[in-house]
């Protein structure tokens, strides 16, 4: 049996290299010619790695949007996630469903939207003597970036808090007011997956340029992209981008000393208050005024781009002049969708093992890093990668833009498949292993279905970010070449129109459509496959170290060995 | 006394109670005894005011804490509750678990109380350990000494003992006797095994399908612990 297991071991440890390749090879390249050029005696680096008069504005810039979009964020989540927390279970479905569905709008989209309807706001104000205000600068660009990325921190926090144990809050209101019981003990239980989505908020703004520059407020993101632009250096714009890098790893590595403490077991369908909790007035107007908020992100977008693009008389002509790009951006995110899928599976449940041993935060680093990576910075290292000769053919090809979509997002389907791996409890995997002579008999009958709604969140999360994706796309798309999205964002900034309203509307619908059918199939996948903590022994619980403890306190160790309940000093 | 007079509870078409009554002594101890799904966990929860009675009434000390429509809040009943898993807030220290329900006592009086209480239950070794530093029968030991720090008038414990092996349990049993006494606490013990519910040496009922089919005549129905 030996070899069997050792040419197992050997295929995984293979696929999986071949996986960090695909994500991470436009780094390394990018890497080694900086390396090349520093080693070579290239002049100025130094310079260009430590940002100082306007670049330190930028990054400064940068730095704070992105940490006010992340509080921003964070606040909105928690009163809005803990708002649906207490629907009625069917109501809160449905309601975790929208959010998550409006989690797939682009950002653009809803900086057009926003554009327009303060456009309106101010025209009607001005009518009434109101002085006329700028419509750009940081304070709109925070705004439009909170409005798009709420859902995320929204859904995180309702997941969050969905994951606590009825007994928990049970323990607690005998005890304490019912606002004690939320604010000691349901929230900063909930805290890893709200400080999740806080960081997540953080690193997606950090490295975005297209929303603080459609309201003229300059980022270090963008910096990258003028500099590669100006030179066509990629030692360059490595360099550059360090700092923004160092700030991105250094979130990063926070999240990977959180990610243990997530919860193991998904949402709860039933009611986690039975007796609807007592709040006092300004709680629950808080609460309020973000459901509010987030019904206005819902809305506002979709009003204000009806609105615009009824009132364009060319739209049906516009719409059609796009068909070409239409297609081509829903080709290019399908591919980058099913490449996902094999590296996703790939490293997720090497991921999901490695956190609980050693060495598994630089595998967790490894994974997650690309997300943190500014967009340009992937555009420029596949340059460096593919641009040479004999490579035309694929450099000149639509794989680029699949390979930059790959880079950027394949590490949140891997972190996706990672937390389905954690959920499955593993003595199914266990039985599954003694029952079938093969291990790969295992994996396909057993494992793979217990991660497909893992694999399908996670195909789907990069399907739709792919189709809004822009910043690396700009810069690797093949000549003749042009995605929806990057005709949107040339569009945009000749204003907020009704030609891109209408083309804003039909990846709106797009990505509304695949956001809801993911959503769907994940639903019924659900009925279909019970969650399989159900299954576990009552009362047993899963350890941040992956270890399982058994009702009698003794633990079942992530490798299948037992500790006996008295290891910590167990007296009666 | 507690007094739970015709309480009945649905979810949807199944009924989880349906006309309970029975009375809980000052002082006294009584065990409920059912199988899973009888309606104890139910039971135990609409006392706590976790949930609402879909009819009739609850009342403690005479003053009426539940009935439809009408729900006192779970903090200001006087009960102290022990759950089936323990429950214990992962995120707090042992000795920050048991001082939770001690806020708004001077602090050297909510101090007293968490040494008066991890003495007596074995736990001052353990103060600042984490529920997941701990074995199963002191995640017990913690629950009751959580529940029991406010002094309750009332104690509900929920099948505490669940998954404990023989010695343990009787060890645990013996310390939930001693501790109920001491603080003088009526207590209301949810069980499925008999053997338990006699060793507590109150009255015994027996809950089935949602309502009470035969209450321990030889128990002394009504009497406290320290009536005799």
């Known amino acids: 049996m030996s070899w069997r297991v050792g040419w197992g071991a050997a295929a995984r440890g293979v696929l999986a290299a071949l996986a960090l390749a695909l994500v991470l090879s436009p780094l390394a390249a990018l890497v080694a010619q900086a390396a090349a050029a520093v080693l070579g005696g290239a002049g100025g680096w130094a310079s260009l790695a430590v940002p100082t008069g306007r670049r330190a504005t930028l990054l400064a810039q940068s730095a704070s949007l992105a940490l006010a979009v992340a509080l921003a964020g964070m606040a909105l989540g928690v009163l809005a996630g803990v708002a649906l927390w207490r629907l009625p279970p069917r109501q809160r479905a449905l309601a975790r469903w929208a959010v998550w569905v409006a989690a797939f709008v682009p950002p653009y989209v809803h900086a057009l939207a926003w554009s327009a309807a303060a456009d309106r706001l101010q025209r009607s104000l001005v009518s009434i003597g109101f002085p006329r205000l700028p419509m750009r600068g940081w304070g709109l660009a925070w705004w439009v970036q909170v409005m798009a990325l709420a859902p995320l921190a929204v859904g995180l926090a309702l997941a969050g808090l969905q994951s606590l144990d009825r007994d928990a809050i049970d323990a607690a209101r005998p005890l304490r007011p019912d606002t004690a019981v939320l604010l000691r003990v349901a929230l900063p239980m909930a805290a890893p997956l709200v400080a999740a989505g806080g960081a997540l908020l953080f690193l997606l703004t950090l490295t975005d340029y297209a929303v603080p520059s459609l309201f003229q407020v300059g980022v270090y993101a963008m910096e990258l992209l003028t500099e590669f632009s100006a030179h066509h250096e990629p030692a360059r714009a490595l360099l550059l981008a360090l700092p923004l890098a160092l700030l991105a790893a250094l979130v990063v590595a926070v999240g990977q000393r959180m990610l243990p403490l997530l919860p193991q077991r998904p949402g709860a369908a039933g009611e986690a208050w039975g007796l609807p909790p007592r709040w006092p007035p300004w709680l629950v107007g808080l609460q309020t005024a973000a459901g509010a908020l987030l019904m206005a992100q819902l809305a506002v977008p979709l009003v204000a781009l009806v609105a615009l693009a009824v009132a364009e008389p060319a739209l049906a002509d516009t719409l059609r002049s796009a068909g070409g790009e239409i297609a081509y951006s829903l080709g290019v995110a399908a591919a980058a969708a099913l490449v996902a899928l094999p590296v996703a599976l790939a490293l997720g449940p090497m991921l999901a093992r490695g956190m609980a041993g050693r060495g598994g935060g630089w595998l967790w680093l490894l994974a997650a890093f690309p997300v943190a990576v500014p967009a340009p910075l992937v555009g420029v290292g596949l340059i460096a990668l593919w641009n040479r000769p004999g490579l035309e053919a694929l450099y000149d090809s639509s794989a680029m833009p699949v390979l930059a979509a790959v880079a950027r997002f394949a590490p949140l389907a891997v972190a996706v498949v990672a937390a389905q791996w954690r959920r499955v409890d593993p003595a199914f995997l266990d039985v599954a292993r003694v029952l079938q002579a093969r291990p790969w008999q295992a994996g396909l009958q057993v494992a793979l279905p217990l991660l497909a709604p893992g694999c399908l969140a996670g195909m789907g999360i990069v399907f739709v970010l792919s189709l809004g994706e822009l910043g690396a796309t700009l810069l690797v798309a093949p000549p003749g070449r042009s995605t929806l999205t990057l005709r949107i964002y040339n569009y945009l900034h000749y204003g907020a129109s009704g030609d891109v309203a209408g083309l804003c509307l039909v990846v709106l619908a797009l990505a509304l459509l695949v956001g809801a059918g993911t959503m769907a199939v994940l639903a019924a996948w659900g009925r279909l496959l019970p969650d399989s903590s159900r299954l576990l022994p009552d009362s047993s619980r899963v350890l941040p170290d992956g270890s399982r403890v058994l009702p009698d306190g003794s633990r079942v160790l992530p490798d299948g060995s037992h500790v006996s309940p008295d290891r910590g000093g167990g007296t009666p | ?228």
């Open chain 2, 1 to 228: 006394m507690i007094v739970v007079q015709d309480v009945a509870r649905r979810y949807g078409a199944t009924a989880a109670l349906d006309g309970v009554s029975f009375e809980v002594p000052e002082e006294g101890t009584v065990a409920i005894l059912g199988p899973s799904g009888s309606g104890k966990t139910t039971l135990l929860r609409l006392i706590a005011g976790l949930e609402a009675p879909d009819a009739g009434a609850i009342t403690a000390g005479g003053r009426l804490l539940s009935a439809p429509g009408r729900v006192v809040a779970p903090h200001l009943r006087g009960m102290g509750l022990v759950p089936q898993a323990s429950a214990l807030w992962p995120h707090m220290t042992v000795a920050q678990n048991i001082l939770f329900g001690l806020h708004g006592l001077p602090r050297a009086e909510a101090r007293r109380r968490l040494d008066e209480l991890m003495a007596r239950t074995g736990l001052a070794p353990l103060a600042r350990r984490y529920p997941h530093q701990i074995s199963g029968g002191e995640a017990r030991r913690v629950a009751l000494a959580r529940a029991l720090a406010p002094r309750p008038r009332y104690l509900l414990m929920d099948e505490p003992l669940t998954n404990l092996d023989g010695d343990l349990r009787d060890a645990l049993l013996a310390l939930i006797r001693g501790l109920v006494g001491e603080t003088r606490a009526s207590l209301l013990y949810v069980t499925h095994r008999p053997e338990e519910a006699g060793t507590l040496g109150g009255r015994v009922l027996r809950l089935s399908a949602g309502r009470v089919v035969a209450g321990d005549a030889g128990a002394a129905a009504g009497h406290g612990r320290h009536d005799g």
